[in-house]
T-cell receptor, first 110, second 111 residues
Framework: ELKVEQNPLFLSMQEGKNYTIYCNYS?????LYWYRQDPGKSLESLFV?????AVKQEGRLMASLDTKARLSTLHITAAVHDLSATYFC??????????FGTGTRLQVFP | DTGVSQDPRHKITKRGQNVTFRCDPI?????LYWYRQTLGQGPEFLTY????????KSRLLSDRFSAERPKGSFSTLEIQRTEQGDSAMYLC?????????FGPGTRLTVL
C-alpha cells in the first residue's frame, strides 16, 4: 500500500527565515504534486514534478524530486506571512488517484 | 469561471437524512475524482470516473455512498442515512492530462 509521509507536521517560523518540508513515499510513483490549502478552502496546485531530479520554483517556494530516494522537498526562502497555510504533497497511484501526505501546517510570524 | 464548481458549498443535515452533492468539472476534462477530507487530515480518495464510467471505488465508500456521472459531464455524490462520521469536506477534482484541479469543496456537517 502506497503511503506518503510529511515532516514536520507543524512548522512555526519567523519571517525572513528559510526552511524545508520533506515528503517521503513508500513505492515508485509517476508524479509528485505539491498543493497549498488555506483554512476552510480547497487545494491550490503549486508544483507538478514528473521525473527524477526535477526542480521547480515559484516565488519563494522551490520543489525538488528524488525518485531513487522517494523523497521530495519543498524549500521556503525568506518566508513571509502570506505563506502561512497547510502544504500537502501527493503522489499518483495506478489510476491517477492521488495519495496525500498528512500535511504540514506552516505558520509564519513577524 | 472555467474552474471546477461544486454545489452546495455548505450542507448541514440531521443524522439519518440523505444528501446529494454536485460537481461540474472543467469542460473537456474526461476524468473526475471525489475525495473526502476530515479536519486536520489530507484528502482521501473515494472514487473516480473516466467519462461516464466509474472505474474505481475506495473501501471508504460504504454502501451508503453512491456516485454517478450519467452523461460524462457533471457528477453527483449521494450519501444515504448520514452519520456523524460523514461530517467532512467533500472535494471534487477533474483532469484531462497531468494535474488534477480541485473545486471549492462541499462542507458537510451531520448533527
Amino acid at each position: 500500500e502506497l503511503k506518503v509521509e510529511q515532516n514536520p507536521l507543524f512548522l512555526s517560523m519567523q519571517e525572513g527565515k528559510n526552511y524545508t518540508i520533506y515528503c517521503n513515499y513508500s513505492t515508485t510513483s509517476d508524479r509528485l504534486y505539491w498543493y497549498r490549502q488555506d483554512p476552510g478552502k480547497s487545494l491550490e496546485s503549486l508544483f507538478v514534478l514528473l521525473s527524477n531530479g526535477a526542480v521547480k520554483q515559484e516565488g519563494r517556494l522551490m520543489a525538488s524530486l528524488d525518485t531513487k530516494a522517494r523523497l521530495s522537498t519543498l524549500h521556503i526562502t525568506a518566508a513571509v506571512h502570506d505563506l502561512s497555510a497547510t502544504y500537502f504533497c501527493a503522489v499518483d497511484k495506478d489510476t491517477d488517484k492521488l495519495i496525500f501526505g498528512t500535511g504540514t501546517r506552516l505558520q509564519v510570524f513577524p | 469561471d472555467t474552474g471546477v464548481s461544486q454545489d452546495p458549498r455548505h450542507k448541514i443535515t440531521k443524522r439519518g437524512q440523505n444528501v446529494t452533492f454536485r460537481c461540474d468539472p472543467i469542460s473537456e476534462h474526461n476524468r473526475l475524482y471525489w475525495y473526502r477530507q476530515t479536519l486536520g487530515q489530507g484528502p482521501e480518495f473515494l472514487t473516480y470516473f473516466q467519462n461516464e464510467a466509474q472505474l474505481e471505488k475506495s473501501r471508504l465508500l460504504s454502501d451508503r455512498f453512491s456516485a454517478e456521472r450519467p452523461k460524462g459531464s457533471f457528477s453527483t455524490l449521494e450519501i444515504q442515512r448520514t452519520e456523524q462520521g460523514d461530517s467532512a469536506m467533500y472535494l471534487c477534482a477533474s483532469r484531462v492530462l497531468g494535474e488534477q484541479f480541485f473545486g471549492p469543496g462541499t462542507r458537510l456537517t451531520v448533527l
